[in-house]
């Protein structure tokens, strides 16, 4: 396989999935498949452990906000770890798709977990407010402007922390999804859009240029980038600096 340039981001790609008029039945596929994905490459696990549970509280239940949850997935995983390790989540799902939130609304439903067809702006707006604001294989989605506004709504709307996740590019990463991806392509978007999302991603010193003071990247996984926000008075390490994942 000739792998593409990759030194820049590739803005101009689109994802197949994101097409107004694209095939309803793989999109479907895709959406079953969105679990598996994500357990496999996204590090969530991680994430929970060393971000989400540290904030959970015995006497009462943390609100969480996904931002852009497609078909649900991240936040029901998050509401069964917490439920495992003794914790309760409120944890609404936002995402402006139709179609996303007919699958996420379609699937059986897990305690704690909603979800509603919104933008962050339109919670903003609402002056909702929740312990703790994040997104799945959003940021890559995004031009300068949506992104700008995507931080700036997840200030308003966090309490505790922002925790923004999203694919790094490189070679070695395209590489290898490409690959990893075979069985989990036929008659869905999963393999192409993947590729895709690689080439419109930012590597981690591309994403610490673009946001500004207050933020933070770290590496938690490998092939991932997280962007990570704490208010002043909320936990957190300290100024923004580049994090390196153990």
Not at 82 to 100: F, M, S, T, W
Not at 115 to 122: E, M, N, P, Q, Y
Not at 216 to 240: D, K, M, Q, Y
Request: glycine share 8%; charged share 25%; aromatic share 6%.
């Amino acid at each position: 396989m000739k792998l593409p340039a990759l030194a820049r981001r590739d803005v101009l790609a689109t994802e197949r999935m994101d097409a107004p008029d694209c095939d309803p039945a793989a999109l479907a596929r895709t959406y079953a498949r969105f679990g598996i994905v994500n357990a496999l490459v996204a590090g969530w696990q991680v994430t929970y452990l060393r971000h989400l549970r540290p904030l959970l509280r015995r006497d009462r239940p943390v609100d969480v906000l996904d931002v852009g949850c497609g078909g649900g997935d991240v936040a029901r995983a998050l509401a069964r770890w917490a439920r495992r390790d003794g914790y309760r989540l409120r944890v609404l799902g936002i995402d402006p798709d139709a179609r996303a939130h007919a699958w996420a609304t379609g699937r059986p439903a897990v305690p704690g977990v909603s979800f509603r067809r919104a933008l962050s702006a339109d919670l903003v707006a609402e002056g909702r407010r929740f312990d703790v604001v994040l997104s799945n294989h959003l940021l890559h989605h995004l031009g300068d402007a949506e992104f700008a506004a995507l931080l700036a709504d997840s200030r308003r709307l966090a309490r505790l922390r922002v925790l923004h996740s999203d694919i790094a590019r490189s070679r070695w990463a395209y590489a290898l999804f490409a690959a990893a991806a075979v069985p989990l392509a036929p008659g869905s978007f999963i393999r192409a859009d993947g590729l895709t999302s690689i080439r419109r991603s930012r590597t981690a010193a591309e994403l610490r240029a673009a946001v500004p003071p207050g933020w933070r990247v770290e590496r938690p996984w490998p092939g991932r980038n997280l962007l990570v926000h704490e208010p002043p008075h909320g936990p957190g390490p300290g100024p923004a600096h580049d994090v390196a994942g153990t």
